[in-house]
């Protein structure tokens, strides 16, 4: 983007259109609401059982019946990039996971995603999909829910993510009863969705057992990974495990 004229550090820069453009120091300031940051073990995806601190945003605009981390809709406390991206520090590992509640809620969460690949971490987002995941920095693996009817939002599914996606990306769904196999088999198979990237099926916890879904899987010759939450295996529904 280029500018008409330099202002210094940490000022706003004015664009050719006549809007501000925020520098890098405005980016580094602005505020998130933030729940809670801590260092655990990757619980799913394909980085499971790997050491990540986890940036878990407040707030959400869906309700799914099964969600477990309710505690995060309202609250938290403000944090500006460079708080959080120094609290990250601390825990000297590689991988970091920014989740909520809904982080693309927050119109500063992009802004965290891209300073956090600028330090070198190797960053996974995990959204809903109901929001768009196109602006999200190329740099990030974006871990993308699709709602089954179980869930109860299965209408805010956002279907034109599926075309941002690229094989460092995954698809995930949580799957509470059979009809929800039955209908995520079906999508699995008509949006050709494991040519796009990974897909994940995982069983909502205490609703759906691990052991069914997995001879469903193997009957039916699906190509997708069964995910396990590895945390509530190991803690429970624990906070900040």
């Not at 990757?42 to 605009?61: A, D, I, K, M, N």
Request: a negative charge.
């Amino acid at each position: 983007m280029t500018a008409t004229a330099v202002e210094a550090p940490g000022r706003a820069r004015m664009r050719d259109d006549g809007a501000h453009e925020r520098t890098s120091t405005d980016v580094r300031r602005a505020g998130l609401r933030i729940t809670e940051i801590f260092h655990s073990l990757q619980g799913e995806t394909s980085r499971v059982g790997l050491p990540t601190v986890f940036v878990r945003l407040t707030g959400c605009p869906l309700r799914c019946g099964y969600c477990d981390t309710a505690y995060a809709f309202h609250g938290g406390r403000t944090m500006a990039i460079d708080e959080i991206v120094d609290e990250v520090a601390r825990y000297q590992t590689h991988y970091v996971t920014v989740t909520g509640g809904e982080p693309l809620a927050q119109r500063g969460c992009l802004d965290l995603l891209s300073m956090l690949c600028d330090r070198g971490w190797s960053v996974s987002l995990e959204t809903s999909g109901a929001l768009d995941v196109a602006p999200v920095d190329a740099r990030v693996s974006r871990i993308v829910d699709i709602k089954t009817p179980g869930s109860d939002e299965v209408a805010r599914n956002r279907w034109e993510n599926l075309d941002h996606l690229g094989m460092h990306d995954e698809i995930k769904f949580v799957l509470c009863s059979e009809a929800d196999y039955l209908w995520a088999r079906q999508i699995l198979v008509e949006r050709a969705l494991a040519s796009r990237c990974p897909v994940l099926f995982s069983p909502s916890y205490e609703q759906l057992p691990a052991a069914t879904l997995a001879e469903w899987i193997l009957r039916d010759r699906l190509p997708v990974r069964l995910q396990l939450q590895l945390h509530k295996q190991l803690w429970g529904e624990a906070r900040g495990r």
